[in-house]
């Protein structure tokens, strides 16, 4: 069955959880998509959604000018559910009386139930929700009813008693409320009807489908890093059309120890696809001579990059499609209503289409998280070693080469950080480090190497977690490992003498040093 059969809209009203609400939604196997609150009502029916969800915000209802989604929805017999703001609106348009609480409501409380419900199925008195909100219900919208409240909330739960219209006061979707899963199943399975058909195995056999019927015989040319997403994106198009698709490798020296290697190897020999290796060190060490500007170098990379991808395109003749792996967050943000909690977002990612290449674009992962990509890249047998990749910045070493790069620094560069490789990143303990690498600084220091003064390199080690690269912490790790790396790096790269730790957070530093 497509997935899309049951699909669930989440109108987003701003919440910082929104996108939480989805994956926790995705989790219970529903497809579901994220869209400004004020989506039109045709739009919405056109797509027939199986439930709705409106999401909280940071606004108040009670205010003038508050968001607003479209009211028909609610005489459309979709079932909805309101979450936090969504709850209030629900009140709000049903004319029930929203007020600003004295006491702002953070954190857990308990929930007892007044009414049982197929909402709460499974939920026992004294369970804990999570609160976040100031605003609440004083008196009931008229045609609903209180399913259960909590100590400051006492229409925490509330239901129409027409209509399959639902709104929570807490929030189902953090896991600070632990059987909020329940009651976001219970919403979609026995108030939405769905069945829970999506899954990457559906998701590759629907996107297997498609791709055939758009491509047909046309040939599609696809950008190959080595990173997770175009790893994904190449083996699903490579699995639809197979030597139609046109993998180009370009490797710009700047990649970390042996990686272009690996990835001939898993790519060409592994999974026989159609890869085409672009040896370009050389091209993009002359154009980065002398730069030492961290922007000048991206837009040198970027734009060298592009040029070798349209001379390849040339080459290969004939080519009607791009694929690309753009992900559904960016979707998202493009399109979406954006709160206060809007978060600060990454930056620059280098090999963005070429406008004057008439390539269409295809991108059959616009409809997954990142999560959701390694499940489907497993899924089509691509190895962990991609899969669980650490992120790799598109200019590469390039910027964690601080000053001017070249074949000498490179070399230090790529040996002191396959050392940072072997002994942090590969060993399964670390497996939760969001990045972990070495950076080259421009300043030389004195030490002493047996009798004899040095004068050489420092290398900085930068180790992070982070969920999403947003914000991002400094990683404790233990000063037995920090030790053993920083006198490996120290003992057998040539020109290091000296080894720190970046002990900084994100913000106010970065993650990359350039
Ligand atoms: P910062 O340094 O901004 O990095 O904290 C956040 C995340 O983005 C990666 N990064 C880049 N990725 N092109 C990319 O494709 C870039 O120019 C770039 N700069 C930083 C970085 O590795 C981290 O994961």
Redesign the pocket.
């Known amino acids: 069955m497509d997935y899309h059969k049951e699909l669930v809209l989440i109108l987003d009203f701003g919440s910082q959880y929104t996108q939480l609400i989805a994956r926790k939604v995705r989790e219970l196997g529903v497809y579901c998509e994220i869209h400004p609150y004020n989506m039109e009502f045709q739009r919405i029916k056109s797509l027939q959604p199986r439930g709705i969800i409106l999401s909280g915000g940071p606004s108040s209802v009670t205010e003038r000018g508050a968001p607003i989604c479209h009211k028909r929805i609610f005489s459309s017999n979709i079932p909805i559910l309101g979450i936090c703001y969504g709850l209030q609106l629900i009140a709000k348009l049903y004319n029930g009386t929203v007020a600003k609480s004295s006491k702002r409501e953070y954190g857990k409380a308990h929930l007892f139930i007044d009414k049982n419900n197929s909402l709460l199925q499974g939920i026992r008195n004294g369970d804990i929700v999570w609160m976040s909100h100031q605003d609440r219900v004083l008196k009931m919208p008229s045609g609903f009813e209180t399913l259960a409240r909590t100590e400051n909330s006492p229409h925490a739960v509330i239901a129409s008693k027409n209509a399959p219209i639902y709104g929570v006061q807490f929030h189902p979707e953090v896991h600070h409320t632990p059987k909020g899963r329940v009651i976001l199943k219970n919403f979609l399975f026995a108030i939405c009807g769905v069945k829970g058909v999506f899954s990457p195995k559906s998701f590759v056999d629907y996107s297997l489908e498609k791709i055939q019927k758009h491509v047909g015989n046309h040939r599609v040319m696809c950008a190959l890093s080595g990173g997770v997403d175009s790893s994904v994106v190449a083996v699903l198009m490579h699995k639809a059309i197979g030597k139609n698709l046109y993998c180009v490798f370009v490797n710009n020296g700047l990649l970390r120890k042996n990686e272009e290697k690996e990835v001939m190897v898993i790519f060409r020999s592994k999974l026989r696809m159609n890869l085409k290796y672009v040896d370009a060190k050389k091209r993009f060490l002359n154009a980065l001579k002398g730069v030492v500007d961290p922007e000048k170098k991206?837009k040198i990379i970027g734009h060298l990059f592009i040029r070798i991808f349209e001379e390849e395109s040339r080459r290969i003749g004939n080519l009607t499609y791009l694929a690309q792996g753009t992900l559904y967050p960016d979707v998202i943000e493009s399109t979406s209503f954006k709160g206060p909690s809007a978060t600060i977002k990454?930056?620059?990612?280098?090999g963005g289409l070429p406008e004057k290449m008439k390539f269409t674009l295809l991108e059959p992962l616009r409809e997954l998280f990142k999560d959701e990509v390694r499940v489907v890249g497993k899924e089509l047998g691509i190895p962990d070693a991609i899969i669980y990749r650490q992120?790799?910045?598109?200019?590469g070493l390039a910027?964690r080469i601080i000053g001017e790069v070249n074949e000498k620094r490179l070399q230090i560069l790529k040996e002191a950080d396959d050392i940072v490789r072997q002994e942090i990143e590969k060993k399964e303990h670390f497996k939760h480090l969001?990045?972990s690498f070495a950076v080259l600084l421009p300043v030389k220091t004195v030490g002493v190497m047996g009798d004899e003064r040095t004068y050489a390199n420092v290398i900085a080690l930068r180790i992070v977690e982070?969920r999403d690269?947003m914000t991002?912490d400094w990683a404790r790790i233990p000063y037995g490992v920090l030790d053993r790396t920083a006198r490996r790096i120290i003992n057998e790269v040539p020109d290091i003498n000296r080894v720190v730790y970046d002990i900084s957070s994100?913000p106010p530093s970065?993650?990359?040093w350039e």
């Open positions: 991206r990454t930056h620059h990612n280098v992120p790799f910045p598109g200019p910027v969001w990045q982070s690269a991002a994100k970065t993650i990359e």
